[in-house]
């Protein structure tokens, strides 16, 4: 359809490799309540979405034993039915990204004015990507997700390598960078890149459905609009809560490490939901405290010192941790990841043994980054403001994916080491993934400074957990305002803080973190299509821009106002 223009002042933009004229885009129109407890918020989004969150918190609280096995029974379903859509959309998601930062005269536009710079320098960007987008999941699959695929993966099932055998760290690893490489990244990618174009060079609200104006136009101003927004927050709810799930049962593993109180951990070292439950408070209050501080206060500063601390962390690996088979280990996955990417990317196995494995790993992870991807991909648009495209994929998809194995082969590769070596003795394969890395690190330290660095992993994660959490707040309350980020009312932070411990709560009660992948599988497939129109969308527009306003066409006298204009 042809996009709706009018010609009055416009913006100076770069399409392709000159300045240009863009004339400015009719704004969406999105009513907000004037007045009252929603005032500054559109109520239909706002109290929707909590009404749908609210009857699956009641519904899980109060029959938390067929909760769980309705879940359960809706996983099996959703991954079998919905398993090999989100193995082709999540491949392309990433390939619509290396796309367009690759393009040329794409990747130079400018995510804002042409003459807008960052408002972050780049490690408090990083840190607060790396940290919003995966630091928990990190701290939680950094040894699990190698030593997991150590004693099984793909190439074990089909005969192609031996179980817990050298020969399979490659393996392990391959499939582990899967999981935790440019597919994640590419999921974010997307979405913050859409936002970001179309809230700061068409001058939209930062809201999902402004993604969508190129393909359904006015029609997002009313009902199909909150529709997205409404799917975006649900996504975000779900997605966040199974992050917080892992969290808080590594923070309880940490503390039953340090401490040794038998209430925390049962007899198999998985932390009891009490320990959950309480751990889940205390996470969440320091999380609402945060948010309640902005952007430019809690969330950077917070962000800043878990960058601080994983990098002690990681030094700390690379003193006492399996140092060189960790440096062989990163260049070989390197190498073996990008060898295998195109075929493992687009592979879908519909039986067997096989199947299960994909299940269990792939297609639940594939569901977790798209349930993830509103809350993270807004927080890129909102930090990358100033940023050209190919600035933004390349910090945004390839800086986190050389963090990510960089510790996988520091402390996964310390941890399967440990386990080739004979000293570990299944000690971390056999252990609880909460209690894996705490493991790993009271094999290689004294009990006294296993209780310390355990001390620090505990401090670490629960910034991880801060920054993740305080942040998904502040972006539900962006899009329930319209894309407004100045609404931060007190009292909607601090409804939505108790909101995710509800959420989590109920689940964790009606069957542990089993029920809140279920319910996340299930709960990210309305947004995995969202994200499918927003990527169809973005390259639209950008085709739209780059051939009806060509540099190429512009008159000589118009030129010179152009670069005058853009060097004022």
């Not at 959309?89 to 040329?104: G, K």
């Not at 179980?163 to 974010?188: E, F, I």
């Not at 109920?506 to 089993?514: R, S, T």
Request: charged share 10%.
């Amino acid at each position: 359809m042809t996009e709706p223009t009018h010609t009055s002042t416009a913006p100076i933009n770069r399409v392709g490799e000159k300045a240009v004229h863009l004339p400015r885009r009719k704004r969406l129109k999105i009513r907000t309540s004037p007045d009252g407890f929603y005032a500054g918020f559109n109520t239909i989004i706002a109290i929707t979405a909590k009404i749908l969150i609210g009857l699956l918190i009641v519904w899980a609280a109060s029959f938390p034993k067929e909760a769980g096995l309705i879940l359960a029974d809706l996983q099996v379903w959703s991954t079998s039915t919905f398993g090999g859509w989100y193995v082709y959309a999540t491949a392309f998601y990433m390939v619509i990204c290396l796309a367009l930062a690759f393009w040329p005269k794409v990747g130079s536009i400018r995510l804002g004015r042409q003459d807008e710079r960052p408002e972050f320098s780049r490690f408090s960007w990083f840190s607060m990507m790396f940290g919003a987008g995966i630091g928990v999941g990190m701290l939680t699959y950094s040894t699990a997700e190698p030593i997991f695929h150590f004693a099984n993966n793909p190439d074990v099932i089909k005969g192609l390598s031996v179980s817990q055998d050298p020969d399979n760290v490659r393996n392990a690893y391959k499939w582990a960078m899967l999981h935790y490489g440019l597919t994640p990244w590419g999921c974010y990618g997307i979405v913050g890149l859409a936002l970001a174009y179309f809230a700061f060079n068409r001058n939209q609200p930062l809201t999902f459905r402004s993604a969508l104006v190129p393909l359904f136009g006015k029609r997002l101003s009313g009902g199909l609009g909150h529709a997205v927004d409404i799917v975006a927050i649900l996504a975000t709810v779900i997605g966040v809560s199974v992050t917080i799930g892992f969290g808080v049962s590594q923070f309880a593993s940490g503390v039953f490490n340090i401490t040794g109180m038998g209430w925390i951990a049962d007899a198999n070292g998985k932390p009891t939901l009490a320990a959950q439950v309480i751990a889940l408070v205390i996470i969440m209050s320091a999380s609402t405290a945060s948010a309640l501080s902005g952007v430019n206060k809690g969330i950077k500063w917070l962000s800043n010192i878990n960058m601080g601390l994983s990098i002690f962390l990681l030094l700390f690996f690379v003193a006492f941790g399996a140092t060189f088979f960790a440096f062989k280990t990163f260049f070989l996955a390197i190498w073996d990841y990008f060898l295998a990417l195109p075929a493992m990317s687009v592979t879908v196995w519909r039986e067997g043994a096989l199947a299960e494995w994909q299940a269990a790993w792939s297609i639940f992870y594939w569901a977790w980054w798209i349930a993830f991807a509103p809350f993270v991909g807004l927080f890129l648009a909102r930090v990358s403001r100033g940023r050209t495209i190919r600035e933004f994929v390349l910090g945004a998809m390839f800086v986190p994916s050389a963090v990510g194995l960089v510790w996988f082969s520091l402390v996964g590769g310390t941890a399967v080491n440990l386990e080739l070596s004979g000293i570990a003795q299944g000690a971390i394969l056999n252990a609880d993934i909460s209690a894996q890395l705490y493991q790993t690190i009271n094999l290689i330290l004294s009990p006294v400074m296993a209780k310390m660095m355990s001390f620090v992993i505990v401090i670490l994660l629960m910034t991880y957990l801060v920054t993740s959490a305080d942040s998904a707040i502040l972006v539900i309350n962006t899009v329930a305002s319209a894309g407004n980020e100045s609404k931060k009312h007190a009292r909607h932070i601090l409804i939505w803080g108790g909101i995710f411990i509800a959420v989590v709560a109920a689940l964790l009660l009606a069957g542990g973190m089993d029920a809140l992948k279920s319910a996340m599988i299930l709960g990210a497939v309305p947004f995995s299509i969202v994200m499918a129109l927003m990527a169809v969308s973005l390259v639209k527009a950008l085709m739209f821009d780059r051939y009806r306003y060509r540099p190429a066409k512009l008159k000589d006298d118009t030129k010179k106002d152009v670069v005058a204009a853009s060097q004022n």
